[in-house]
């Protein structure tokens, strides 16, 4: 898309015309690209496909770098940057996802500051004798602050407040939250502090040594230092180049989602798309002419859109007999009880509030239609009555994985996530887990262990990487035993 624009832009200066809006649209472009990407690692986080490969680097030069990189922006804007560091500072972290969070701090510190102020990077280093502490990066602006309201929400997803001075800078409100998730993999912990008119003041902290990661974490091999931030092509969520001689999967259910925010739209679709062969249409008129080409098996509409509100849609729906049986969920930022019931009273089966949680959105699409859950073949239920017994037999060993059950069950790894997801819609990776998880649960539920470290080692993981995974799993802040 910006490669097509700057051909466009070429083009356009040879002409006398001087194209003045052409700016505008590379701004736009270059908005668009960083919205995808945010959606693209917060769907990456919320499928759990963001592992850590945590490096020992110096993370005072790592830091450097990235002031150096939006030095020449603040120049633009009449905004000094300045770093105050210690000359070096060895800490294990994951280059690229660090590199996200501090992009996004100094970013937004940009975005919201005013000519004539400045940024101020400061790195602090509080180590113990016995090699522990932790390290400290402040990233402070002279911008208009927050409120409390804002700052007591400022890394909730899709939150916007009121962005005053910064209104035309506002994206989805997803980038805070990602760079706080990003910061909380690496056992850190994201925080600001702020003052209307008086500036803000960004600060994550990462322990020291590496003790509190997962050993499957650390990565020891050498590798270049990761580049500042910039956006470029879209990260595929998966990619697999056999899909030749791959096992058929189980059809697909259909899904029409009626949905006029396009940004919303490619958020859902990135889910969506993983389960479901899906169907856009931006208002309740473009729904129902989808409607009349082919019937899909569940619709999922916003209620707030043009020329027709899906309040609207699900009644014309429940009135044709066509399709007056088709499940209908609502999405909306509408959440009050009234809101509901008028939702549910115009005949939808289900009413979702903004912003969501992905996993329960699909946990209640399959429930509207449960004939598509997955039902395997007659002749794969030994299969994968067998896969099962591997799996709960290899659960206690932390050294049980993919590539020993793919030879348990006589495949080859990729083989074996061919067979599975087609069964499952799940890698094995990730069933693999969703099965020590369960297996975890139980034993909570059952109180059999008094530690949280007796539980993990009970299914097979690290204390703190299970810990991790159950509180993501199960919507919890801390496990309770």
């Known amino acids: 898309m910006a490669s097509r624009s700057r051909r466009a832009k070429s083009g356009c200066q040879r002409a006398a015309t001087g194209p003045t809006w052409l700016p505008l649209v590379f701004r736009n472009v270059d908005r668009l690209d960083a919205l995808l990407t945010e959606l693209i690692d917060l769907a990456r986080l919320e499928a759990g496909a963001f592992a850590l490969k945590d490096n020992r680097r110096d993370l005072c030069l790592f830091v450097r770098r990235q002031v150096e990189h939006f030095e020449e922006v603040g120049k633009q804007k009449n905004i000094r940057l300045t770093l105050e560091a210690p000359d070096e500072a060895w800490v294990f972290f994951d280059a690229t996802k660090l590199d996200k969070v501090i992009g996004n701090l100094i970013g937004n510190a940009l975005k919201f500051s005013p000519a004539e102020t400045i940024i101020r990077v400061a790195v602090y280093l509080r180590a113990n004798e016995e090699g522990g502490g932790e390290i400290e990066v402040a990233v402070s602006d002279q911008g208009p602050g927050m409120d409390e309201t804002t700052r007591n929400r400022v890394f909730e997803r899709f939150y916007q407040g009121d962005a005053g001075l910064g209104r035309g800078h506002e994206g989805m409100g997803i980038g805070m939250a990602i760079a706080r998730e990003m910061v909380e993999m690496h056992g850190g912990d994201l925080s600001v ?33 990761a580049r500042p931030h910039t956006i470029g092509a879209p990260v595929p969520l998966v990619q697999d180049d056999e899909t030749s001689n791959s096992v058929p999967a189980n059809p697909r259910p259909s899904l029409l989602l009626v949905e006029d925010n396009l940004d919303m739209r490619v958020y859902l679709r990135l889910h969506l798309d993983l389960h479901y062969e899906v169907r856009e249409a931006q208002n309740g008129l473009e729904a129902l002419e989808a409607l009349e080409m082919a019937a899909p098996d569940i619709i999922i509409t916003d209620v707030m859109m043009p020329h027709l509100n899906g309040l609207q849609l699900c009644q014309r729906i429940r009135a044709d007999e066509r399709w007056k049986k088709l499940p209908v969920i609502m999405l909306s930022a509408k959440a009050a009880v009234d809101n509901r019931i008028e939702g549910l009273k115009a ?133 309770k035993l």
């Open 193 to 225: 502090e702020s003052e209307p008119g008086l500036g803000s003041t960004f600060t994550f902290t990462l322990p020291l040594g590496c003790e509190h990661l997962d050993p499957d974490d650390i990565d020891t091999s050498e590798v270049p230092e």
């Open 347 to 479: 005949g939808a089966n289900d009413y979702m509030a903004k912003p969501f949680s992905v996993p329960e959105l699909l946990a209640r699409i399959q429930a509207s239609i449960p004939q598509f859950a997955p039902r395997p073949e007659s002749g794969d239920q030994a299969w994968i009555d067998k896969l099962e017994n591997s799996m709960e037999s290899g659960l206690p060993r932390a050294g049980f994985d993919v590539e020993e059950l793919a030879k348990q069950l006589g495949y080859s790894t990729r083989q074996l996530r061919r067979r599975v997801v087609a069964i499952f819609g799940l890698s094995p990776a990730a069933l693999l887990l969703k099965r020590r998880l369960e297996k975890a649960h139980e034993l909570i539920q059952a109180r059999r262990f008094s530690t949280v470290a007796e539980v993990a080692h009970a299914v097979g993981q690290s204390p703190t990487y299970f810990s991790r995974r159950y509180r993501q799993a199960y919507r919890c802040t801390e496990i």
